[in-house]
């Protein structure tokens, strides 16, 4: 561990109970989307404590802030997120079914974790301006919304990172790895359909059918999958179906698409295919069309000169230090996990860095070394709006291991070890992480522009909102 990384820390670890604690307290909370009011309060009090300026309710978002601390250039910030998901609860450290009483919610995919652990990694980066003489500006951004909502495109689309050199962020995960993988872009879509109802045997011929408008859309779409690039992923749900009664002419009925794209660019002129499926639906069944956007995001486009700095960082403070305890507890949950997935796991390293590797980490129910740097080409599946801070500025993310090898994503097993010493130890690891990678890059001019060139010519230097610009988020969650 080089010197850096020693005073790092150290100032991660004086704070440690009260980061967990912080933790614990979030993670008690479990609020979804939008509806974060006391995870974002205790995130802004404890910056305040911490000597951070905090400007709330950011980009019209209740919940959404930035705290600073220092001026002037360069700024660097890090991404913090703190929403729950519905029907997640758990009890902390529980390898059983068993729901935590403070309501249906739980951060199955570790957020409680991810806002704290950024806000260490800012604390710690701010301490070391104060003692090293450092110029600059460190900002921690309270991104609302991840999991439903694209908080950080509203925030994009308004501007609130505009400011920044370089963007850190990382996510909970069963592995130790800079992400390397770029993401899909998304763009979710309501379609409302409106026709005319009548008696299905009676007056079958003055009725106009908005539930068949939908099947009609849903088939041109199928037959459109033929025809749209390989990588491209489109699918649906049916938020109305117009009603129970098979008797009944439909005059209401409704879909929600999610539809994505390695780019943010393919995702937008795909969607206008999709819209005209609709249309055409429509005229098809002599019914009227609502399209309404609900939400989007832009692909992820991995800075790979920070990605550097973050891989440093990762071989300078190593994985998280779990304790026997820790090993034992992730062990009991694994049992709970088809073998077949955990024999998949194991191979799936294999397959992507070699069997020595696999060797390594055969048996184990927590990751405990670091996976070497790869960029990989192709678009992860999933989506994430850390995607649209990537169009505005260098932006990085690491994940770090807070959960036993094969856990499933989403899942009150998720939930449980985030809320014990589990987390605790990844998250602490992933603050110092970022904040090594963070100071390096406030030190060293010539990486920031760097990282700004690779920026500007893999994004041509321009943020593409893929929502309409007039579009104001659903802050009471009704879509």
């Not at 026709?195 to 539930?211: C, I, V, Y």
Request: aromatic share 8%.
């Amino acid at each position: 561990m080089d010197q850096l990384a020693s005073i790092l820390e150290g100032y991660v670890e004086q704070k440690r109970q009260k980061l967990t604690a912080l933790s614990e307290e979030i993670w008690r909370y479990a609020e979804v989307g939008y509806q974060e009011f006391q995870s974002a309060a205790a995130l802004e009090r404890c910056l305040e404590e911490e000597g951070f300026s905090v400007e709330k309710g950011v980009a019209g978002i209740p919940t959404a802030f930035v705290a600073r601390y220092g001026q002037g250039k360069p700024v660097i910030g890090f991404l913090g997120e703190f929403d729950a998901l519905f029907d997640l609860s758990q009890q902390a450290g529980n390898w059983q079914r068993a729901s935590f009483e403070n309501g249906n919610a739980g951060h199955g995919c570790g957020h409680n974790q991810l806002g704290v652990g950024s806000l260490a990694a800012a604390m710690a980066v701010k301490e070391y301006m104060k003692d090293h003489g450092l110029a600059g500006t460190v900002a921690y951004f309270g991104c609302p919304a991840e999991e439903d909502g694209s908080g950080k495109m509203y925030m994009a689309k308004a501007g609130v990172f505009d400011e920044l050199d370089g963007a850190f962020t990382w996510h909970p995960s069963s592995k130790n790895a800079v992400d390397g993988s770029s993401s899909l872009a998304c763009i979710c879509v309501l379609y409302r359909f409106h026709g005319r109802a009548t008696h299905a045997a009676g007056q079958p011929h003055l009725g106009r059918s908005a539930l068949d408008a939908c099947e009609l859309m849903n088939v041109g779409v199928n037959y459109l999958r033929e025809h749209m690039i390989q990588e491209a992923r489109v699918h649906y749900a049916y938020r109305d179906a117009g009603g129970g009664a098979p008797n009944v002419v439909q005059d209401h009925a409704a879909l929600y698409y999610f539809i994505r794209a390695p780019k943010v660019s393919q995702a937008m002129e795909l969607r206008e295919r999709v819209d005209n499926c609709a249309r055409g639906a429509a005229l098809m069944t002599g019914t009227t069309l609502e399209i309404t956007t609900t939400d989007g995001l832009c692909d992820f486009i991995p800075n790979q000169t920070l990605s550097a700095l973050l891989q440093r960082g990762m071989e300078e403070i190593g994985a998280p230090r779990f304790s026997q305890a820790d090993q034992a507890l992730a062990a009991r949950f694994q049992e709970g996990y088809p073998a077949e997935e955990l024999k998949a796991k194991n191979e799936s390293y294999e397959k992507e860095y070699g069997p020595q590797i696999a060797a390594q980490l055969a048996g184990k129910a927590l990751m405990d070394i670091i996976l070497p740097l790869k960029f990989d080409p192709a678009a992860s599946p999933g989506s994430t709006d850390v995607g649209d801070v990537s169009y505005v500025c260098p932006t990085v993310q690491l994940n770090m291991a807070t959960y036993a090898i094969g856990t499933p994503g989403h899942s009150w097993q998720l939930t449980a070890q985030g809320g014990c010493s589990i987390g605790h130890e990844g998250m602490l690891a992933a603050a110092k992480v970022l904040a090594y990678a963070g100071v390096r890059a406030m030190e060293d001019p010539k990486v920031l522009e760097q990282a700004k060139e690779e920026y500007q010519k893999a994004t041509g230097g321009k943020y593409i909102c893929p929502v309409p610009l007039d579009l104001e988020p659903m802050l009471d969650g009704v879509k």
